[in-house]
């Protein structure tokens, strides 16, 4: 295969192998090439303790151990290890024991499960909630269990896969509209007259880390009674003066149809959950497949999101913290020159460019300098834009973020620059 | 292979994915967008119409791509080589 750095996951989906249980065989040649495995160390590599801010990893590159300042982690307000949210999935534990051991509908619903449920719908201002297991399959359970084949389902192009891999499974002929363009989506509406119909944003976008043009959507969406569905993966407890996300900080909460989150990213565990209607989530509790067919959370793990919300949202201390370092790395990495595109949140990119090979090379001396900060490569973010993404966490000390800026200065900035 | 018959798989294979659409209704100064294809539909289309030719473009070459007859130009750097 003659540069195979010019290829990439997106060209072995489809395969021609006639052994079904074999992938294709040119992707066995491209991803076996020394090249290619150097790029793909950077990925399972495998973390010895907690996702804290400090931590340590079995480094792929050289099969070390290495201590690291943790850029990578979605653990945006330290809440994964907080002491508290320890002790009570520790107790529940040694009450309920490892797992649930069921489907909700049949006997997987412990009391954890619908106090979390009630806690989250309150919290979102809605009817009720709708727990997952996986926060993937919240977003795909929802959309599956919402719409049907005949239905039109428009998306921002920046979507997650979860919500058009919900589109899919739903038969539901899916439209894309634009990045934040409510021009684009207007034109996608007009296509769509006289269908059921549901759009799809996201409170944060997570290459990025834009805000959605919610005004705009809203607006666009009123004019031609298009339900609205809000992932806000990357926003819940930071956004808002309550923390509730990104449609409390624009004052539009009442707006949206569904709102989904995930409880791995700023609450520290793991699942999904889908906000609505009382009758919304009565009706998807006999049709969303990751809901009914799926085991439910681990109780432990339930009683530790219990506590996680509860300190979350008890004062705004820890998103107050979090946004200090949002606001003093972006500052650095601007006053470093770097290109950190258009962020709002604490998802901020540092865009590299087009160099496949910059990439991968900054990457390593940023890993052996002790950074784990991952590299994202074409195809999930364009060719010409490859990038580092930083997640800021509130538990990031001032010695953290300095030294972690020494090293992006050292090996990004200078690189770019040589 | 002539560019002709290039035009033809990518036709057909446009058909076989979007609803309401015969081959003669799709002028190849178009974008598959203008079909109401979208991203994933385009993926499909492109991906059956290599297999078909029995070629393979990096994706990343083809991201510039604004019409139906520049990727068959495309298609056709790459057919008999």
């Given at each position: 295969m003659p540069d195979v750095l010019s290829y990439s996951l997106a060209d072995f989906f489809y395969t021609d192998n006639p052994?079904?249980?074999?992938?294709?065989?040119?992707?066995?040649?491209?991803?076996?090439?020394?090249?290619?495995?150097?790029?793909?160390?950077?990925?399972?590599?495998?973390?010895?303790?907690?996702?804290?801010?400090?931590?340590?990893?079995?480094?792929?590159i050289d099969n070390k151990r290495r201590k690291i300042i943790n850029l990578t982690s979605y653990n945006y307000l330290g809440l994964s290890s907080h002491p508290e949210v320890i002790q009570a999935a520790k107790e529940a534990l040694d009450q309920y024991g490892l797992g649930a051991s069921g489907a909700p509908l049949l006997s997987g619903t412990f009391d954890l499960h619908a106090r979390f449920a009630r806690m989250l719908a309150d919290f979102k201002q809605k009817e009720d909630c709708l727990l997952y297991s996986s926060g993937l399959g919240g977003n795909m359970g929802a959309i599956q269990g919402i719409l049907r084949k005949g239905d039109m389902f428009i998306l921002d192009e920046k979507c997650h896969k979860s919500l058009v891999d919900g589109g899919t499974l739903s038969g539901a002929k899916m439209l894309f509209f634009e990045h934040n363009n409510p021009d684009s989506l207007a034109m996608m509406l007009e296509k769509s007259r006289g269908k059921r119909v549901m759009v799809a944003v996201e409170g944060?976008?997570?290459?990025?880390?834009?805000?959605?043009?919610?005004?705009?959507?809203?607006?666009?969406?009123?004019?031609?009674?298009?339900?609205?569905?809000?992932?806000?993966?990357?926003?819940?407890?930071?956004?808002?003066?309550?923390?509730?996300?990104?449609?409390?900080?624009?004052?539009?909460?009442?707006?949206?149809?569904?709102?989904?989150?995930?409880?791995?990213?700023?609450?520290?565990?793991?699942?999904?959950?889908?906000?609505?209607?009382?009758?919304?989530?009565?009706?998807?509790?006999?049709?969303?497949?990751?809901?009914?067919?799926?085991?439910?959370?681990?109780?432990?793990?339930?009683?530790?999101?219990?506590?996680?919300?509860?300190?979350?949202?008890?004062?705004s201390s820890l998103r107050d913290k979090m946004w200090q370092?949002?606001?003093?790395?972006?500052?650095?990495?601007?006053?470093?020159?770097?290109?950190?595109?258009?962020?709002?949140?604490?998802?901020i990119p540092i865009i590299i460019g087009s160099s496949g090979e910059k990439l991968m090379s900054f990457a390593w001396e940023i890993q052996k300098r002790g950074l784990f900060l991952q590299p994202v490569?074409?195809?999930?973010?364009?060719?010409?834009?490859?990038?580092f993404r930083i997640s800021v966490s509130s538990q990031l000390t001032q010695a953290e973020m300095d030294e972690a800026l020494n090293i992006i200065e050292d090996v990004i900035a200078k690189g770019l620059k040589s | 292979m002539t560019k002709e018959r290039v035009i033809e798989v990518i036709?057909?294979?446009?058909?076989?994915?979007?609803?309401?659409?015969?081959?003669?209704?799709?002028?190849?100064?178009?974008?598959?967008?203008?079909?109401?294809?979208?991203?994933?539909?385009?993926?499909?289309?492109?991906?059956?119409?290599?297999?078909?030719?029995?070629?393979?473009?990096?994706?990343?070459?083809?991201?510039?791509?604004?019409?139906?007859?520049?990727?068959?130009?495309?298609?056709?750097?790459?057919?008999?080589?």
């Open positions: 052994d079904v249980l074999s992938p294709p065989e040119d992707f066995l040649e491209w991803i076996n090439h020394p090249r290619v495995r150097q790029c793909f160390s950077f990925f399972e590599q495998q973390l010895l303790a907690a996702p804290r801010t400090s931590t340590e990893i079995l480094s792929n944060v976008y997570s290459m990025d880390g834009d805000l959605v043009k919610l005004k705009d959507i809203v607006e666009v969406c009123d004019q031609y009674k298009a339900a609205i569905y809000i992932d806000e993966a990357h926003s819940t407890l930071m956004f808002g003066p309550n923390g509730r996300g990104v449609a409390e900080h624009f004052g539009l909460e009442h707006k949206m149809g569904v709102s989904f989150g995930t409880l791995s990213k700023s609450f520290g565990g793991v699942g999904g959950f889908v906000c609505s209607n009382a009758d919304l989530i009565s009706y998807l509790k006999c049709y969303s497949s990751p809901w009914n067919f799926s085991c439910a959370s681990s109780p432990p793990v339930v009683a530790g999101l219990i506590k996680a919300l509860e300190v979350a949202t008890r004062d370092n949002v606001a003093y790395f972006k500052k650095r990495l601007v006053d470093l020159k770097l290109d950190i595109g258009q962020t709002e949140s604490q998802v490569d074409f195809p999930a973010v364009p060719a010409e834009s490859r990038r | 036709k057909n294979n446009i058909i076989e994915n979007l609803d309401d659409l015969e081959v003669d209704d799709i002028d190849p100064q178009k974008s598959m967008k203008d079909y109401g294809a979208n991203s994933l539909d385009m993926i499909e289309v492109v991906s059956c119409s290599m297999r078909e030719l029995k070629i393979k473009i990096p994706r990343s070459e083809l991201a510039d791509i604004a019409n139906i007859d520049h990727l068959a130009d495309k298609f056709m750097d790459y057919v008999d080589k």
